[in-house]
């Protein structure tokens, strides 16, 4: 009923827009319905809140206006013939629009129970919002109400027509296309000959994965050599990683030390991500079968100089938790690497670059180094290209 | 690089010279087309039987091979040209070896003819057909375009005209079709993964240390503040210059496409966006667009100079040139990386100037959700976030488009380096008076900005939480949702990122009104929330956090339901919003004359409201038009169900 007088009260509005604002509803031929010939326009307000309140429904008749004792024989397919003076808005080219299109039969609460005989016209005050200028209260003006929605529906509509087979393969196929896909990318973030005193060597630093966007299998591997004396060091991991917020993945697995130092195997978890102010970071914890820990924390900044130029700071600091005498590693922070490096970008997969590289190892794996005759700190200057794919 | 370009250029000129054309190296690069214009109008089909025959090819753009897909050998596909109230059917044959599939964007049509695989069908299968059949009931422009895979990027798209049954109220001499799109040579499955792998890829207008030490773009302050943030305010849109060349009705900007008319006519333009990611922004320097029609539904006119045009919307617009001379139609890519150009002319082979692009635009905190308006001293925020005020990155790139902007050769890439040393093409014939208009407001307004700034600087930007979901208690929680817009407003007075101070009149929604009073005026029976949301850094996009491939549940609909939508945009980046199988009113103010549109731009950090009438039972497709969005999870399922049959 609420609904209905809502309905009376939206076409008012539409009629308010006319300049006739004391206008009466002879305009209106609606079989069945009787209606009060005017109102005072005082009570114009009551309409707004009705709109909202459908709990006004219930009301009872107090002020006594006419019953709308014809409701149930309303002639609902007569309305569209209602000739609604043309509003403000109405285009000039043409002529006053009917209602056209409006489907009565599809207005949700209109089945009026029996007992709404003798309904308060409360709701159909909204007739003498006529009087209330500027207020276009009609179409999208009109609030939304606050019913619940419905629950949805267990089948697929396209199963009524297509073989219900066929369309759950092409329903999953592109429910996969549409954000389930795998990816994959190689990268050697560094790839560089190392010219240092003495003997030139050489560095890599890379990563590969492959998955969708929350979980991911990582390789990584990173390592440095020198030519003639062969790999240093080196190291892979398989890593399994999981996007555990916007900016980081979580990483677990294994790492595997190469080279001629013990090849030692590790159980590994660490983090790599974007941190504020765009720093790429990335740290890890590794546990040797031999109960060593070490860990290790990377970080480096792409600055822009240009939209193809980017310097590249970069450090790494690596730990140890003990001493691993075999691999020369003193307890406490072993080493720092802070190397700076220019890249072009010919394009985003290759950029060439040059640098400098300054690794410094402290505290007693330095120590160790020097009883060995060697040096604890490098500089190379670096020339090497990142590259993905 | 610009050397290269320049010999071809002169090898053009030289090649057409000796065609016995009066054309050479002398002439502006505007003038210097592949061709004398191409003045052919776009291949058409009509009549109540129509096949259509889906195949890979090639296609010319600008003198260059591409691969494409078309339909019976053209890109873009031929214009369907109907009549409201006629039976239809088209036969579609598949002659690729993977399945296909054509939405006729903006049809009523049977659930079981919209065209998208897994929801309406199964799809048509390689090397075989379907046959689409359903009466039109209605009128105006629209498109048509696949729902399978990446294939719509490679050029599976097409126009779509159909006649009023009765008298048009829109009184026109002449009428063009205008298909908008973006073209790459790169494969669409590459451009995917790039930004999958790397959001910024194609980015080639970020911020730079040579940009701030030449004082452009953002202050250092500003810089830190974003960066602490972890968000990148020139990330204005995500494939696009340097990927695409952008095309109107399928050639590129050298190839001069061109429209005819003679002087005093009224010409209607139909304008569609087909692109796979690009926005436009559409002007004519020089003549006043009246804007008559909206995604097909009439509109009361409206006279604007410029437009932006999302993906997958249409516009109509009369433009009535009275001199006899050539204009040029600029479509402008939102970052202003590239164009799309046509030419308006009396004869073919006649050419305007083209404009030169305008600075890009910065994103502001308003595009990500938070209303600085509501804060003392905030107001020359939105200024000075948007890159008018300091001026562009000079090193910042532009697609070799830009080359055809300013007359004179040797611009290449230089134009834009320069670009960045005052308002770009100031200094230059070539600038468009509105360019200029803005370059004077800026100018104007930057003391008033600059004594603001200690404001904004002053304001800890944590302090509005950038995701918090309280805010958005229905978003699902995870690496997927970057941030929630902490205070979404309602941008539909907006006219799009770097349109706000052009110096002339440009549309936004609120100015779209019917021309007819809405076919249903109900008031909605509830509201319906759905966030846009989305992260830029692992290019992860989405509803209310959930992808279309999570396990989710479609959005459910009664028949003959009523419901106002809340669209809330949690991104940075404006999204069309598209929904299949019906037409929304937009709650813009206008009552039953709210304009009914198929698709809609969200503006970055804002929130579009609309009411639709669930009236077409079936399940039919939602999503974000942008075809690497949608193709990364921003889609949904609709369903509209009767009453008593609901679960």
């Known amino acids: 009923m609420s609904r209905f007088a809502l309905f009376l009260a939206t076409t008012a509005t539409i009629v308010v827009t006319g300049p006739a604002a004391a206008q009466s509803m002879q305009g209106m031929n609606m079989p069945g319905m009787t209606m009060p010939a005017k109102q005072p326009a005082a009570k114009a307000k009551p309409s707004a809140k009705s709109k909202r309140a459908p709990a006004h429904r219930a009301t009872p008749a107090k002020r006594s206006t006419a019953p709308m004792d014809g409701m149930k024989g309303m002639d609902h397919s007569a309305m569209p013939g209602m000739q609604l003076p043309p509003s403000g808005q109405q285009p000039a080219q043409g002529a006053p629009q009917p209602m056209q299109g409006m489907d009565h039969s599809a207005m949700p609460g209109m089945s009026m129970p029996a007992g709404q005989q003798g309904h308060d016209m409360n709701g159909m005050s909204g007739m003498n919002g006529m009087a209330m200028p500027g207020m276009a209260q009609t179409g999208t003006a009109l609030p939304a109400g606050d019913a619940p929605a419905p629950a949805p529906p267990m089948d697929h509509y396209a199963d009524r027509m297509f073989a219900p087979a066929e369309m759950a393969k092409a329903r999953s196929d592109m429910m996969f296309e549409q954000g389930g896909q795998p990816f994959h990318q190689v990268m050697f973030n560094l790839a560089e000959y190392q010219a240092r005193q003495g003997r030139d060597g050489y560095r890599w630093d890379g990563e590969a994965w492959f998955g969708g966007d929350i979980n991911r299998l990582w390789l990584k591997s990173e390592g440095e050599g020198a030519f003639r004396e062969g790999i240093e060091s080196a190291e892979v991991q398989a890593l399994y990683s999981r996007a555990v917020g916007p900016y980081f993945n979580l990483q677990g697995g294994v790492r595997q030390d190469l080279g001629p130092s013990p090849k030692r195997t590790y159980a590994t978890v660490g983090f790599e991500g974007l941190a504020p102010y765009m720093f790429e970071v990335e740290g890890a914890l590794f546990l040797s079968t031999k109960g060593d820990l070490l860990g290790r924390l990377e970080g480096y900044y792409d600055q822009r100089i240009t939209q193809r130029l980017v310097l590249q700071p970069r450090v790494e600091f690596n730990l140890a938790a003990q001493d691993v005498r075999e691999n020369g590693i003193g307890r406490g922070l072993t080493d720092a690497e802070l190397g700076l490096r220019l890249r072009y970008e010919i394009r985003r997969q290759f950029a060439p670059y040059v640098g400098v590289s300054y690794l410094a190892q402290t505290g007693r794996t330095a120590d160790f180094t020097r009883a060995q005759g060697k040096d604890p700190t490098t500089t190379s200057f670096v020339a090497g290209v990142r590259v993905w794919f | ?647």
């Open chain 2, 1 to 647: 690089m610009s050397r290269i370009i320049d010999r071809r250029q002169m090898l053009r000129g030289a090649a057409l010279a000796g065609g016995g054309l009066a054309l050479s190296a002398y002439m502006p690069a505007w003038a210097q087309t592949n061709s004398t214009g191409l003045a052919t109008p776009l291949p058409t089909v009509t009549g109540n039987d129509i096949t259509l025959r889906i195949a890979r090819q090639t296609m010319m753009i600008d003198g260059r091979p591409s691969k494409a897909i078309g339909i019976n050998g053209t890109v873009p596909a031929p214009l369907i040209r109907l009549r409201e109230g006629q039976n239809v059917r088209l036969n579609v044959i598949n002659d690729l070896d993977e399945d296909s599939s054509i939405h006729w964007h903006g049809l009523l049509v049977p659930p079981q003819y919209d065209g998208v695989p897994g929801i309406s069908f199964p799809g048509i299968k390689a090397r075989s057909s379907f046959l689409y059949e359903f009466p039109l009931k209605q009128n105006g422009t629209y498109w048509y375009h696949s729902h399978s895979g990446l294939q719509e990027q490679l050029g599976h798209y097409g126009p779509i005209v159909i006649d009023p049954a009765d008298a048009d109220p829109v009184q026109f001499d002449r009428e063009h079709v205008i298909v908008l799109s973006d073209h790459s040579q790169i494969s669409p499955a590459a451009i995917f993964r790039y930004m999958k792998v790397n959001p910024g890829y194609f980015n080639y207008q970020q911020q730079t240390l040579a940009g701030l030490l030449a004082g452009k773009d953002q202050t250092l302050k500003e810089r830190m503040d974003w960066g602490k943030m972890r968000m990148s305010p020139t990330d204005i849109s995500d494939a696009t210059g340097p990927a695409y060349t952008y095309l109107v009705n399928g050639h590129g900007p050298r190839d001069n496409w061109t429209a005819l008319f003679t002087p005093g006519q009224r010409v209607r333009l139909r304008i569609i966006n087909a692109s796979s990611m690009t926005t436009f922004n559409v002007r004519i320097p020089g003549l006043r667009l009246t804007i008559v029609q909206a995604d097909g539904q009439n509109v009361m006119p409206v006279e604007v100079d410029e437009f932006q045009i999302g993906v997958a919307e249409t516009y109509d617009a009369i433009v009535t040139p009275t001199d006899n001379r050539a204009y040029t139609l600029v479509g402008e890519a939102i970052d202003r990386s590239g164009l799309a150009r046509a030419t308006l002319a009396p004869h073919a082979g006649m050419a305007a100037e083209v404009p030169a692009l305008r600075p890009r635009p910065l994103a502001s905190m308003k595009d990500m959700g938070m209303d600085m308006s509501s804060m003392a001293g905030m107001d020359g925020m939105d200024m000075a976030g948007g890159g008018m005020t300091r001026g562009v990155d000079p090193t910042a790139e532009k697609n070799p488009s830009a080359r055809l902007t300013t007359p004179g050769a040797g611009m290449a890439t230089g134009a834009m380096a320069q670009g960045g040393s005052a308002m770009p093409g100031m200094d230059h014939g070539g600038m468009d008076h509105g360019a200029m208009a803005a370059g004077g407001m800026a100018g104007m307004d930057h003391g008033a900005i600059g004594s603001q700034q200690g404001g904004m600087g002053a304001m800890d930007m944590g302090s509005m939480k950038m995701r918090d979901f309280s805010k958005a208690p229905q978003v699902k929680k995870g690496p997927g949702v970057q941030t929630i817009s902490p205070m979404p407003m309602d941008r539909t007075d907006y006219p799009g990122q770097g349109l706000e101070d052009v110096g002339h009149k440009v549309l936004v929604y609120r100015d779209l009104m019917s021309l007819t009073p809405n076919p249903d005026v109900r008031a909605p029976s509830r509201s319906l929330d759905i966030h846009l949301t989305g992260n830029m850094e692992r290019f992860m996009w989405s509803f209310d956090g959930e992808k279309m491939s999570d396990v989710h549940e479609p959005i459910p609909f009664l028949e003959g339901e009523r419901v106002r939508i809340n669209l809330i945009n949690d991104t940075m980046m404006g999204h069309p919003i598209h929904i299949h199988g019906h037409f929304f009113e937009l709650v813009t103010g206008h009552g039953d004359h709210a304009p009914r549109k198929h698709t809609v731009i969200v503006q970055p950090g804002g929130k579009v409201t609309w009411d639709l009438t669930a009236d077409a039972v079936g399940d039919w497709a939602f999503h974000c038009h942008l075809l690497y969005h949608m193709h990364a999870g921003m889609m949904r399922t609709v369903s509209v169900r009767p009453r008593g049959e609901a679960a």
